[in-house]
């Protein structure tokens, strides 16, 4: 499930990539091309600085995994509770990288798109 994930996310910025040249290329004057790219840079902009403040985030949540860690090895409170704890520290360490690698995956497709739309700007 985990790289049907990926794929999808992979996907659907594909195809939101692939509607931004479409648009692009299309329109025929260069004041609609300039204000349609200007919109795109500003929602991929808006969506780029999302994904990079949720690596903040990330970040935060490793620094609550290794203090888990630290501390569930330090209680011993019996081989039931232990493995619980354990379980649910090692599925939020799987869930906070899935969410990493959705995010490197995000910022590659937006750097695309700022790119495509820089190009169609600064080319007449």
Do not use: W
Request: aromatic fraction near 12%; charged fraction near 15%; proline fraction near 1%.
């Amino acid at each position: 499930m985990l790289f049907m994930s990926y794929a999808y996310r992979f996907l659907s910025n594909f195809v939101f990539l692939a509607l931004v040249y479409f648009a692009l290329n299309f329109l025929e004057k260069y004041q609609h091309r300039v204000v349609v790219a200007v919109l795109v840079l500003v929602y991929a902009g808006m969506h780029a600085a999302s994904a990079l403040r949720s690596f903040h985030f990330f970040q935060r949540i490793e620094r609550l995994e290794l203090e888990a860690r630290r501390l569930v090895a330090a209680l011993g409170e019996g081989p039931n509770s232990t493995s619980t704890r354990k379980q649910v520290i090692t599925d939020v360490a799987a869930l906070r990288h899935a969410g990493e690698i959705k995010a490197y995956i995000d910022l590659l497709f937006l750097a695309i798109v700022i790119l495509l739309c820089i190009a169609k700007i600064v080319t007449n």
